[in-house]
């Protein structure tokens, strides 16, 4: 069986757990990015909005052959 990777989906969550989360998709990211690379760049969009970067979420479509 083989595994070709389709896309990578990551979502961001912005916001104080007081009020209701702001959310920024980024779609078609690289494939399996490191957790690293995904708390970094929620650093950068936090430093761009204003806002606390809370979590993201990373969801990976992949066609099993």
Do not use: C
């Amino acid at each position: 069986m083989q595994t070709n990777w389709k896309k990578t989906t990551i979502t961001f969550i912005f916001g104080d757990a007081h009020e209701k989360p702001v959310k920024i998709v980024l779609q078609n990211a690289i494939n399996a990015p490191a957790a690293q690379q995904v708390e970094t760049f929620g650093g950068y969009l936090s430093g761009l909005t204003g806002l606390p970067f809370r979590t993201a979420v990373v969801s990976t479509q992949s066609d099993v052959a």
